[in-house]
């Protein structure tokens, strides 16, 4: 996967490292791990749990199936029955120690760790509650490595009957645990793939769409309610990743670090969830479409038609943006950019030349740019009211509370403290935009005598 794209000479390279571990699976044991010279065998630098084991199953036996290392995944049979307390507080303490080992197996194994990623579901019992009580063992084991999150939220629309419970009870993990979180929005994405189907069907983009394409596959899955295309779907964070750790992977004229991205996007410890925005979005739909003219690329990046969550930044406050450039793109071509967009964007008072930028030089396979947009923008306030309110139906009915209840170490007064914790949470972004209509006090510069 990674060689055909980075090594096109089958060379164990440093941007392939960053993903994968290159195994002689001749050798004796658990395989030696090969630091540079011609690919064997590439293994993900992953760790893969699920408490139901039908997905992982499906997964090894797919076309991915020999990138995963087998020692490296951890499963049960019966499933977190899409309830947080049963995969936080019961497969939590039963699999803590065989997640840690093969945790700490991974780490031991990298040369220069720089953060974990997490990638879970808030809806579902094991994503939100083991995939949240991860995120605390991390923290203990590895207090100095950032923890980025990225989180897909249900929509309204959401086939589990509890996932409110369990998105609340989720969200106060990230809030206490998280250094920072990307949410998605399963909707947003179901609708972005939904706008390119409709464009392909048009014959607007004529013969441009590759055979057997992601798009293809999923035609017709916009008139089907409950028939989403999962695949697609699941591309677009992919590609969100890629672009994100970039930077890491390939050599650029300005490259971003990835504790860089914390250090400067988030300025308060709770405020760490970043609005995120990819352009072009063909890009994930393997279509061959003319590129889009830079600036144009750089417009679409703050257009609401291409969040990952239902949000419109534009039309609220940013505290910090960082503009992830991948391509044939000039630092000249970024500060034009910057300047001409900056009318139209309402940064903190206190933050006005809040952006932190990227270059790096090698773009998306079969695009000549793309271009990463991540917020800290007082927009995200929606997704969380949103999901209080169902959470309070549900609530103030007591309704599906005895499941969480009968599980052990579970009482009453976890669900009325994670639901403070994301009221104080909407609370600070009602502060911030309280601020909003504030005028921007010029601050007087340094005379420098010559």
Not at 343 to 361: A, D, I, R, Y
């Amino acid at each position: 996967m990674g060689a055909s794209n980075n090594g096109p000479r089958g060379i164990y390279d440093e941007a392939i490292s960053s993903f994968f571990r290159n195994v002689d699976t001749r050798a004796v044991g658990d395989g030696g791990s090969i630091s540079k010279g011609r690919i064997c065998s590439l293994k993900a630098r992953a760790v893969l749990i699920d408490m139901e084991e039908g997905v992982v199953n499906e997964m090894l036996q797919g076309p991915l199936r020999d990138v995963f290392d087998s020692k490296q995944l951890i499963t049960d049979i019966s499933g977190s029955g899409n309830n947080w307390a049963v995969g936080h507080k019961v497969f939590g303490s039963q699999y803590q120690e065989k997640i840690l080992e093969k945790l700490r197996k991974s780490a031991e194994q990298c040369d220069c760790l720089q953060c974990f990623f997490i990638i879970h579901s808030m809806g579902g019992g094991t994503g939100s509650g083991l995939g949240t009580f991860l995120l605390k063992v991390l923290e203990d084991e590895f207090p100095e490595v950032y923890r980025f999150v990225t989180s897909v939220y249900p929509s309204s629309e959401d086939d589990v009957i509890t996932s409110p419970y369990n998105s609340i009870l989720a969200m106060k993990e990230l809030n206490e645990h998280a250094d920072c979180v990307l949410p998605i929005d399963n909707q947003s994405l179901f609708d972005i793939i939904s706008k390119i189907d409709t464009v392909v069907k048009s014959g607007k983009l004529g013969k441009t769409v590759k055979p057997k394409s992601l798009v293809t596959s999923s035609v017709g899955a916009s008139r089907k309610r409950h028939q989403k295309p999962f695949d697609a779907m699941n591309n677009i964070v992919a590609n969100l990743l890629l672009n994100l750790t970039s930077s890491a992977r390939f050599e650029g004229s300005l490259n971003m670090d990835l504790n860089e991205i914390s250090m400067n996007l988030v300025p308060f410890p709770q405020l760490h969830y970043l609005v995120s925005s990819l352009t072009p979005l063909y890009t994930l739909a393997d279509v061959n479409v003319p590129p889009r003219r830079l600036d144009q690329m750089f417009s679409d990046a703050f257009s609401k038609d291409h969040q990952l969550i239902r949000a419109d930044p534009k039309h609220n406050l940013y505290l910090a943006c960082a503009l992830m450039v991948r391509g044939d793109v000039q630092i000249s071509d970024l500060r034009r950019n910057i300047e001409r967009l900056k009318p139209s964007l309402q940064f903190v008072s206190w933050n006005q030349e809040g952006w932190k930028t990227s270059l790096c030089s090698v773009p998306p396979v079969g695009h000549s740019h793309s271009l990463l947009a991540l917020a800290n923008n007082t927009c995200v306030k929606t997704t969380f009211v949103e999901l209080k309110e169902r959470f309070t139906r549900l609530y103030k009915k007591k309704a599906h509370l005895h499941h969480y209840l009968q599980v052990e170490g579970m009482e009453e007064g976890c669900f009325s403290e994670a639901v403070s914790s994301l009221s104080a949470l909407i609370q600070e972004y009602n502060q911030l935009d309280a601020t909003k209509s504030m005028p921007v006090q010029e601050l007087p510069r340094l005379r420098i005598a010559v």
